[in-house]
């Protein structure tokens, strides 16, 4: 049955005194603004407040404010792009057993790691005073902690580490390394302190560099296509020229999986699953 025209505008009238209605009918009062473009705003706001408040936490968790991980480290932080992050404040299994091992310095820096690694795994990086905030304790302290797990192999990743690497090799490039030097998943992982998925990403990066280079792409081409930088698609090809060989099969079944695949036994795909690889020797490790 169809609704009579009256009764359709006031209907059409109803649907108009909700909150959002009202809300953009205070933007365009307070700020002068038309209706299209009030709505506009509207929309934008709201999907700002979903990004950023948006979030459910578990027992011990906080949600975090910090900086996106592509910001520059020179840049101001109040220009600086930031990313609402879930971290693990207190995990009482695994915090307990550290601090009945290792004590309180142990247990400081076992936290730092953990949230280090999980602002990274979502995008951010956290500097020297976050950490020291909600550790509870100093930057200087902070830093020491940091030098001190560096120096036992852990990779933390924080707002300044890439000034602090100086020209060494990228933390992708070490990762990569790894990887081919036959370590198993689980070790690449305790050893950079990065997830599962951060190490499959940076797999396929390479994976597609090496990709794109024997095709006689020219490094310059690479970075069109990729938007990676030069100097990590430097990095690549010259881990892929001391790697290549047919005799390492991590190698090749990383660049060449439908080979493997007709054999049956694609360890490739069953690294990225879980990892099964071949024994490191110890001079490796």
Known sequence: ???????????????????????????????????????????????????????????????????????????????????????????????????????????????LLRLSKEAYDQGAVLCYEDLAVMLTTSPATVKRDIRALRKKGYFVITRGWKQDMGPGLSHKTQIIDLYLKGYQFTEIEHKTNHSETSVLRYLRQFTQIIGLCNQNFSPGQIRVVTGFSDKLITEYIELFKQFQSPNNQRLQLLLHPEAAGKKGENRAENDQNRHQPEEVPAHQR
Do not use: C, W
């Open 1 to 111: 049955m169809k609704v009579p025209e009256r009764d359709a505008y006031g209907i059409k009238r109803l649907q108009s005194k909700n909150v959002k209605s009202a809300i953009i009918q205070r933007i365009a009062q307070d700020f002068n603004l038309t209706p299209i473009i009030a709505e506009a705003y509207f929309r934008q706001i709201s999907a700002y407040f979903n990004e950023h408040l948006n979030i459910k936490l578990r027992s011990g968790q906080i949600a975090y404010e910090a900086v996106a991980a592509d910001e520059p480290p020179n840049k101001h932080i109040a220009l600086a792009r930031k990313i609402t992050v879930t971290l693990t404040l207190n995990d009482l299994g695994s915090d307990l057993q550290v601090l009945a091992t290792s004590g309180l310095a142990g247990l400081r820096r076992h936290r």
